[in-house]
Nanobody, 122 residues
């Protein structure tokens, strides 16, 4: 079992930055691939970024490539999402997820956090 708790969301102006954190419980954090997804109002949840178990491989959605960086600290059981050059279209609830397989598909992640709201004003 893995429990995930996101933090770091908030209100920021366009062009600004935020850093999201996702703290995981349990002693097996390092055996899970981790990912961030987001869901904007009246839209389906979409993939943002993923990182493999060791942290040496990452993959991003085209819409956030270059602007966002996913990282993890296995000693702290935490995964991060550094978001720079934020745009109003980045406004969404951001969720972190854990799963056994490094993937951009929601179906490959069995553990989810409760989400943290990110709002980018124009």
């Amino acid at each position: 079992q893995v429990q995930l708790v996101e933090s770091g969301g908030g209100l920021v102006q366009a062009g600004g930055s935020l850093r999201l954190s996702c703290a995981a419980s349990g002693r097996t954090f390092g055996s899970y691939a981790m990912a961030w997804f987001r869901q904007a109002p009246e839209k389906e949840r979409e993939f943002v970024a993923t990182i493999n178990e060791s942290g040496d491989s990452t993959h991003y959605a085209d819409s956030v490539e270059v602007r966002f960086t996913i990282s993890r600290d296995n000693a702290k059981n935490t995964v991060y999402l550094q978001m720079n050059s934020l745009k109003p279209e980045d406004t969404a609830v951001y969720y972190c997820a854990a799963g056994p397989r490094w993937s951009s598909s929601q179906n490959d992640y069995g553990y989810w956090g409760q989400g943290t709201q990110v709002t980018v004003s124009s």
